[in-house]
């Protein structure tokens, strides 16, 4: 099993900063990709940020400049660090890892999700 625990979100004002925090555990291999995604009611879930375990990164559109995404692999964390917060930035926000877990020796590869953390954006 993998567990992915997020913190921070909550309520801020436009132009204020926040940051998120995701820690994984349980039977992890390897991770290939850690990353956010954001959600609002009755919409698909959208990516944000991901980063590759080389450091690559890819952002969307909207966040570009303003949004931050770093991983510790020895931790296996990733954290959003989001400047210049908009309304339309309010959202629940779901941590996403690509891994791999082992079982009896036999390996799986997965995708898992946080529970989701919400932020909202506003005066």
């Known amino acids: 099993q993998v567990h992915l625990v997020e913190t921070g979100g909550g309520l801020v004002q436009p132009g204020e900063s926040t940051r998120l925090s995701c820690v994984a555990s349980g039977d992890i291999r390897s991770i290939s990709i850690m990353g956010w995604y954001r959600q609002l009611p009755g919409w698909e879930r959208k990516l944000v940020a991901i980063?590759?375990?080389?450091?690559?990164?890819n952002y969307i559109d909207a966040v570009k400049g303003r949004f931050t995404i770093s991983r510790d692999n020895a931790e296996m964390s990733v954290h959003l660090q989001m400047n210049d917060l908009k309304p339309e930035d309010s959202a629940i926000y779901f941590c996403?890892?690509?891994?791999?877990?082992?079982?009896?020796?036999?390996?799986?590869?997965?995708?898992?999700w946080g529970q989701g953390t919400r932020l909202t954006v506003s005066p």
């Open positions: 980063q590759s375990r080389d450091g690559t990164t």
């Open positions: 996403y890892v690509a891994g791999v877990t082992s079982n009896n020796n036999i390996y799986y590869a997965g995708d898992y």
